[in-house]
């Protein structure tokens, strides 16, 4: 039996898998603490994060701008968060905490940020989505918003997931 391939297909998490992914993320991953990312959405078909600017995320004194590396460390870990998102959805006959286990060998492989437009906001909104889960390599697409949802920045990624 083929899989679908539509969006609208991608199952629904279940509280368990969905907080325990959110505790890993916010509680299990310091350095998420230091950029002040949080987790806003976690489906199986994409993931959304949210940054507050803060006075220590500023990369341009002058003009205020969020440093370039807060913007390619946040997408990198929003896009390693959707392939973990995508691996429980592979993985849904699974118990929740079996699922929660299999994210030990994660990591980034590859990584590019194409940097749009200057980063100045009180608070950015992050997207990424897989866009191929291999047996081994993950790809995914991210972006980076402006509270007024204009795109500042993008990025793809590569992950090892075996």
Do not use: C, W
């Amino acid at each position: 039996m083929k899989k679908s391939t539509d969006p609208s297909a991608a199952p629904d998490f279940e509280p368990e898998f969905v907080a325990g992914l959110t505790r890993i993320f916010d509680e299990m991953i310091p350095f998420n603490q230091v950029l002040g990312l949080k987790i806003v959405s976690l489906k199986a078909d994409g993931v959304k994060g949210r940054i507050a600017m803060r006075p220590d995320l500023i990369g341009h004194f002058m003009s205020n701008r969020l440093h370039g590396g807060v913007i390619s460390a946040g997408l990198d870990a929003m896009a390693g968060v959707a392939v973990m998102a995508a691996i429980g959805a592979r993985h849904m006959d699974e118990a929740p905490a079996q699922r929660l286990q299999r994210f030990g060998k994660l990591g980034t492989i590859d990584l590019r940020i194409d940097y749009l437009r200057p980063a100045i906001g009180d608070h950015f909104e992050l997207r990424a989505n897989v866009m191929r889960l291999g047996s081994r390599v993950a790809t995914a697409r991210m972006e980076f918003l402006g509270a007024d949802a204009t795109l500042l920045a993008s990025g793809a990624a590569a992950y090892i997931v075996s």
